[in-house]
């Protein structure tokens, strides 16, 4: 039986990229483009604002406004869009008894097509605290609403792409990364070759003045970015949206992944006040895992990203702020409420804070490695990454679990998947189910006791990496393009070291006894009251998908127990003490 709910993060691949799985219309057009009855209409009123336009207003604006649910009655509301090359296309037409939205609307993001009102419209309005608040109280038809959200985003990302189009020359790292965010994000995009495409050879002379604009980014407003930085994007899309600095959240997780989003579900669904900040996207290494098998209740296995964009819908449907790309410079755990500072200088305040932020991916001393990062030189293995070696041989460097994952993943599209590991062998550092499943793939060749060397190239991007023996240092070259690296992870915790947070030898954060504290006091909690680790950067902890999911949720009960105990209160001069209860 197909799911209800697919995943979108399991569709957000460029235009480019390998074929998926796309959206029938013919069978599905029911769940994706619904007709209420006149009870579901009913049950709507009680949450919408009645609002009429005449014929030919305009609703809303692609990346402008941010409407929400538009629920019409009579008249009709015609949505379309016009991308930055002038073409328009008609998107859907809704009729009476349909309604307008998808994921975005849920946190009031604005949406990516034009609304245009056709007749007198007449309509209900539902901002995204309303959307939220009719999903919570009528379970049926919040179902199917959610149900229509998650499958248009589905079709926007597969068979009708729309959001930003990314021109670039092919093999240009800023163009990579930029792909790889959305991509992640389950953002749609095109992705255009200006030598290969006249539209976009045209985009470029009107815009393009020296390499250092590379790549230009068209946005579906007919603005063009040239160069921009992930936070550029993201303010323009969205998906970092604007902060309210006078704001104290109950809850401030850093980090998105599985731990950051399961505390974000938890605590927002308790009806705690939640901000999520994340500095590349949600699902953090585990949103990167071709597929995880042993995760509890998923039989066939889940992609990394499909069980991320899970998360991400629960999170945003019941509440919880999400701010991507947002870097954690600072924790300012001297003052109350603590204080987290980005990397924009923008200051949040919140009576708690969860670390979430989980590991980075460990990087090689290799000369030039700088240089070939996203030129050939990846750290994980997404579609993205599978589309650009399709049909050429890949070397894959590492032992764990992620590294086998990749294999496999990677022996769908590449000629050959080399895979190099320091060790005699897998069976102490990876599953047996993936050893095995590595060893049935034909097309995986297993190489052991190697070292890596160097990396060569040219104006192209990596070319030939160099190895050698580790016992009897022969030398080895690998002609390839793409190198993986899955060779561990730090823990992303060097942004806490101006705070009193304790870290155990390897900067990982101490947490419940081993952090000081008396051994009645909440196991998750750091040495700085109110501030609490979960997941990958807390040491000690199990490094799965299912335990660091499973501290997400039981860091919020330990959270209830601080918060009952202290309160915040403003003292003169704008300062903030922290007074038991």
């Known amino acids: 039986m197909p799911d209800q709910f697919p995943a979108f993060g399991s569709y957000a691949l460029g235009a480019d990229a390998e074929p998926r799985s796309a959206v029938d219309l013919a069978t599905r057009g029911h769940q994706i483009f619904p007709t209420l009855n006149a009870d579901d209409l009913r049950r709507v009123r009680r949450f919408g604002v009645p609002r009429r336009w005449q014929d030919g207003d305009c609703v809303f604006r692609a990346c402008v406004d941010s409407p929400g649910m538009i629920v019409v009655l009579n008249?009709?509301?015609?949505?379309?869009?016009?991308?930055?090359?002038?073409?328009?296309?008609?998107?859907?037409?809704?009729?009476?008894?349909?309604?307008?939205?998808e994921v975005a609307q849920l946190s009031g993001r604005p949406p990516l097509v034009d609304g245009m009102a056709v007749g007198q419209l007449d309509a209900l309005v539902l901002d995204a605290a309303s959307i939220r608040a009719l999903l919570m109280a009528e379970a049926d038809l919040g179902e199917r609403l959610m149900r229509a959200f998650i499958l248009r985003r589905v079709l926007l990302i597969g068979d009708h792409p729309g959001g930003p189009i990314l021109i670039g020359p092919p093999a240009h790292a800023g163009l990579f990364e930029l792909e790889n965010f959305l991509s992640r994000n389950a953002y749609p995009y095109t992705r255009?070759?200006?030598?290969?495409?006249?539209?976009?050879?045209?985009?470029?002379?009107?815009?393009?003045?020296?390499?250092?604009?590379?790549?230009?980014?068209a946005l579906p407003d007919g603005f063009v970015m040239r160069n921009p930085s992930l936070v550029e994007l993201g303010r323009c899309i969205g998906t970092l949206p604007r902060i309210d600095r006078g704001k104290v959240y109950d809850v401030l997780v850093v980090g998105a992944?599985?731990?950051?989003?399961?505390?974000?579900?938890?605590?927002?669904?308790?009806?705690?006040?939640?901000?999520?900040?994340d500095q590349r996207a949600y699902g953090g290494q585990a949103g990167a895992s071709a597929r995880i098998e042993n995760f509890l209740g998923f039989?066939?296995?889940?992609?990394?990203?499909?069980?991320?964009?899970?998360?991400?819908?629960?999170?945003?449907?019941?509440?919880?702020?999400?701010?991507?790309?947002?870097?954690?410079?600072?924790?300012l755990c001297h003052e109350r409420p603590l204080r987290v500072e980005l990397e924009d200088g923008t200051c949040l305040r919140a009576k708690s804070v969860v670390l979430a932020s989980g590991a980075r991916y460990r990087r090689p001393e290799l000369p030039d490695l700088e240089r070939y990062e996203g030129r050939g030189v990846y750290y994980w293995a997404s579609p993205v990454e599978a589309g650009l070696c399709r049909g050429q041989p890949v070397l894959l460097v590492g032992g764990g679990n992620s590294a086998g994952q990749a294999a496999v993943f990677l022996s769908a599209h590449a000629s050959t998947v080399h895979l190099m590991v320091r060790r005699a062998g897998l069976?102490?550092?990876?599953?047996?189910?993936?050893?095995?499943r590595i060893a049935a793939t034909p097309n995986i060749t297993?190489?052991?006791?190697?070292?890596?060397?160097?990396?060569?190239?040219?104006?192209?991007?990596?070319?030939?990496?160099?190895?050698?023996?580790?016992?009897?240092?022969?030398?080895?070259?690998?002609?390839?393009?793409?190198?993986?690296?899955?060779?561990?992870?730090?823990?992303?915790?060097?942004?806490?070291?101006?705070?009193a947070v304790a870290l155990d030898d390897k900067g990982f954060v101490l947490t419940g006894p081993d952090a000081g504290r008396d051994h009645q006091a909440r196991a998750l909690e750091t040495s700085v009251d109110g501030v609490?680790?979960?997941?990958?950067?807390?040491?000690?902890?199990?490094?799965?998908?299912?335990?660091?999911?499973?501290?997400?949720?039981?860091?919020?009960?330990?959270?209830?127990?601080?918060?009952?105990?202290?309160?915040?209160?403003?003292?003169?001069?704008?300062?903030?003490?922290?007074?038991?209860?």
């Open 427 to 436: 069976e102490d550092t990876m599953s047996s189910y993936l050893i095995e």
């Open 446 to 499: 297993l190489h052991t006791r190697i070292g890596l060397d160097a990396l060569e190239g040219d104006e192209n991007g990596l070319s030939r990496v160099r190895c050698h023996g580790i016992e009897d240092g022969r030398e080895q070259a690998f002609e390839t393009r793409h190198m993986f690296l899955f060779v561990g992870a730090d823990p992303n915790s060097d942004w806490l070291r101006e705070c």
């Open 299 to 331: 039989p066939t296995g889940i992609t990394g990203r499909a069980l991320a964009g899970r998360s991400y819908v629960q999170a945003i449907k019941f509440g919880a702020e999400i701010a991507i790309p947002a870097r954690a410079t600072r924790l």
């Open 532 to 581: 609490f680790a979960v997941g990958d950067v807390r040491a000690g902890s199990t490094k799965r998908v299912a335990a660091a999911a499973g501290e997400g949720a039981a860091v919020v009960a330990q959270i209830h127990g601080y918060l009952a105990n202290h309160t915040v209160i403003p003292a003169k001069a704008g300062i903030h003490i922290e007074a038991p209860k």
């Open 257 to 277: 992944g599985p731990s950051g989003l399961a505390t974000a579900v938890y605590a927002a669904s308790e009806g705690l006040s939640v901000m999520v900040l």
């Open 192 to 217: 255009r070759d200006p030598a290969q495409d006249p539209e976009a050879a045209q985009l470029v002379r009107e815009h393009w003045h020296e390499d250092a604009d590379w790549p230009l980014v």
């Open 75 to 101: 008249g009709h509301l015609v949505c379309s869009r016009t991308d930055a090359l002038g073409k328009r296309v008609e998107v859907v037409d809704y009729g009476p008894g349909q309604f307008s939205g």
